[in-house]
């Protein structure tokens, strides 16, 4: 995944209440949230009472994910499952969207996930007052004094920030970490191949006979190592060939390969953690608001 430092790029502008600017996080959202009703759609299709093959695994899914929900938020609150799971795996789309190399990843954009915490927030507050009454919702500003107190509503404008910032600040950082990496690795490119072709034809000959010598040696010996050094010895031989005779120029070879596997960690690993970690927050913070009817306080 690579990322435009300068923010999300802007397509084109609708020319109501005042500009809605469509910027690539629009367009990303758009195709995960149409990705995701439809995957809705066939997955809930044609479902069996004794299940098999992808119903199973989907049964699964939405079995782990009501007992995360049931363990962290008790039983009385099961009815947000559908709410978390949407969370989760929009959160995780939204992520591995940034793979495709020209989609941006939604919760790279702070907009997405302050959107959700707001959102989230807003729960908060209305099952705050449904279950407390408005009385009892601002009596919890009062706490642990008699009058309200600007860190009671600091914490509360505090919630929502730390939660969007969060989830944004992980993603869009691996995401800037990769654009200079590849940027690094371009110029790691030209200035070898740059180096291999002013040294002439008689260096690029070498390394191509030192490659072929070298994953000759390792297909006999049965050493990866080996094969993997000499097709690397001999890829630069044979483009510092074309670039000493003009037919290719700068090929950034040291882009192919090496961003995977951080792209492994910031877009799979990373991802996934910030998802879970974003649902987890969320179920702590609603089934504050939302106690067992025997603990519930009136106003």
Same mark, same amino acid.
Request: charged letters at 10%; glycine letters at 10%.
């Given at each position: 995944?690579?990322?435009n ?8 502008t609708i020319?109501?209440?005042g ?6 996080t +629009?367009?990303s959202?758009l #195709?995960?949230?149409v990705?995701?009703?439809?995957a ?5 299709k044609n ?7 992808? @119903? /199973? &695994?989907?049964?699964?899914g939405?079995?782990?994910m009501?007992n995360? !929900?049931?363990? *962290?938020?008790?039983a009385?609150?099961a009815?947000? *499952?559908p709410?978390?799971? *949407?969370l989760?795996v929009s959160?995780i789309c939204g %992520?591995?969207?940034?793979?495709t190399g020209?989609?941006?990843s939604? +919760?790279?954009d &702070?907009?997405t996930t302050l959107t959700?915490?707001?959102m989230? %927030? ?11 009454g408005? &009385?009892g919702?601002?009596?919890?500003? *009062?706490e642990?004094l ?13 919630q ?5 910032f ?9 995401g800037? #970490?990769t654009? #200079?990496l590849y940027t690094?690795l371009?110029?790691?490119?030209s200035?070898?191949l740059?180096?291999?072709?002013s040294?002439g !034809?008689?260096?690029s #000959? ?5 490659g072929?010598g070298?994953l000759? &040696?390792?297909l ?10 000499g ?10 060939m074309? @670039? !000493?005779f003009?037919?290719?120029?700068d /090929?950034p070879?040291? @882009?192919?390969?090496?961003?995977a596997v ?6 799979l690993?990373?991802?996934f ?19 067992p009817p025997?603990?519930?306080?009136q106003?």
């Amino acid at each position: 995944m690579s990322l435009n430092v300068t923010g999300p790029f802007i397509y084109f502008t609708i020319p109501i209440f005042g500009g809605i600017p469509i910027t690539q996080t +629009t367009i990303s959202s758009l #195709i995960v949230t149409v990705g995701l009703i439809i995957a809705a759609l066939s997955m809930g299709k044609n479902l069996k009472k004794r299940p098999d093959g992808k @119903q /199973v &695994l989907l049964e699964k899914g939405v079995m782990m994910m009501h007992n995360m !929900v049931v363990d *962290t938020m008790g039983a009385h609150n099961a009815r947000w *499952t559908p709410f978390i799971i *949407t969370l989760f795996v929009s959160s995780i789309c939204g %992520s591995l969207i940034g793979m495709t190399g020209f989609l941006r990843s939604t +919760t790279a954009d &702070l907009s997405t996930t302050l959107t959700w915490a707001v959102m989230v %927030s807003v729960i908060i507050w209305y099952q705050s007052i449904k279950t407390n009454g408005f &009385l009892g919702w601002l009596k919890g500003f *009062t706490e642990p004094l008699a009058v309200m107190t600007p860190m009671n509503v600091v914490s509360e404008i505090a919630q929502p920030v730390s939660l969007a910032f969060r989830h944004f600040g992980n993603v869009a950082g691996g995401g800037v #970490i990769t654009s #200079i990496l590849y940027t690094a690795l371009a110029g790691l490119s030209s200035a070898l191949l740059g180096l291999i072709a002013s040294s002439g !034809v008689a260096v690029s #000959i070498v390394l191509l006979a030192a490659g072929a010598g070298l994953l000759v &040696l390792g297909l006999k010996k049965k050493k990866l190592g080996l094969k993997i050094l000499g097709i690397i010895c001999a890829v630069l031989g044979v483009l510092g060939m074309l @670039q !000493v005779f003009g037919v290719v120029s700068d /090929v950034p070879i040291f @882009q192919f390969g090496i961003p995977a596997v951080l792209s492994l960690y910031f877009d799979l690993f990373s991802g996934f953690i910030q998802a879970l970690v974003f649902s987890l927050l969320t179920m702590v913070y609603i089934s504050g608001a939302c106690p067992p009817p025997e603990e519930a306080v009136q106003p």
